[in-house]
């Protein structure tokens, strides 16, 4: 399987914190940008977060500057986003992607694979 598998959404309230999983199978995300993306309803898809394969180096969209984080633990083929002050505008359905690069705006570019998200939903 070579389609990432994220896990760890739910329902949080506004100021609360969340952590999601992306977990990859048939590849090894130590040779690909891992990124975040999401999409909420009637909104074009937006990237988040994003760390680069050869570095480290990492790009946050501004709307989630200083409150969004993103790792990866390569041993586990697996990368986090930690998301913390949550707000309404955050809710949407979260998905990972490897990707050839990191934008600079945030989102991973070029994606070579990604999953079906899991949703987050940010109300009281």
């Known amino acids: 399987q070579v389609q990432p598998v994220e896990s760890g959404g739910g329902l949080v309230q506004p100021g609360g914190s969340l952590k999601l999983s992306c977990k990859a199978s048939?590849?090894?995300?130590?040779?690909?940008?891992m990124g975040w993306f999401r999409q909420a309803p009637g909104k074009k898809r937006e990237g988040v977060v994003c760390?680069?394969?050869?570095?480290?180096?990492?790009f946050h969209s501004d709307s989630v500057k200083d409150r969004f984080s993103i790792s990866r633990d390569d041993a586990k083929n697996t990368v986090y986003l930690q998301m913390n002050s949550l707000n309404p505008e955050d809710t949407a359905t979260y998905s990972c992607a490897a990707a050839e690069m990191c934008g600079a705006k945030g989102g991973p570019y070029g994606m070579d694979y990604w999953g079906k998200g899991t949703p987050v939903t940010v109300s009281s």
């Open positions: 048939g590849f090894s995300i130590e040779t690909y940008a």
């Open positions: 760390i680069a394969y050869h570095d480290g180096s990492q």
